[in-house]
């Protein structure tokens, strides 16, 4: 038998264990790109090259956190009228 309070502090458990998650994988694409950075600097044979290539890199960074963001949006949205029940 599961009661309201319980099954709130389930899903408060699951969504701090996302929130982990995220962070985790947003530390993880940080030191990605640090490193991607620091090969693409000491690869290429000048600077303007490799300052195409980051701002590539920084257009495709900002589209997935724009997406990231967006379906966010859309699971808070798709949660929140259960919410209220």
């Not at 956190?65 to 967006?70: K, M, N, Y």
């Not at 949205?77 to 259960?82: C, Y």
């Amino acid at each position: 038998m599961t009661t309201p309070a319980r099954s709130r502090r389930t899903d408060d458990l699951r969504e701090r264990r996302r929130a982990a998650r995220r962070r985790r994988l947003a530390r993880i694409d940080v030191a990605i790109g640090v490193v991607g950075g620091g090969v693409i600097l000491l690869a290429t044979p000048g600077l303007a090259i490799a300052a195409l290539i980051a701002l590539i890199v920084l257009l495709l960074c900002g589209a997935s956190f724009a997406v990231e963001r967006q379906l966010a949006r859309r699971r808070h949205r798709a949660q929140a009228p259960h919410e209220h029940d």
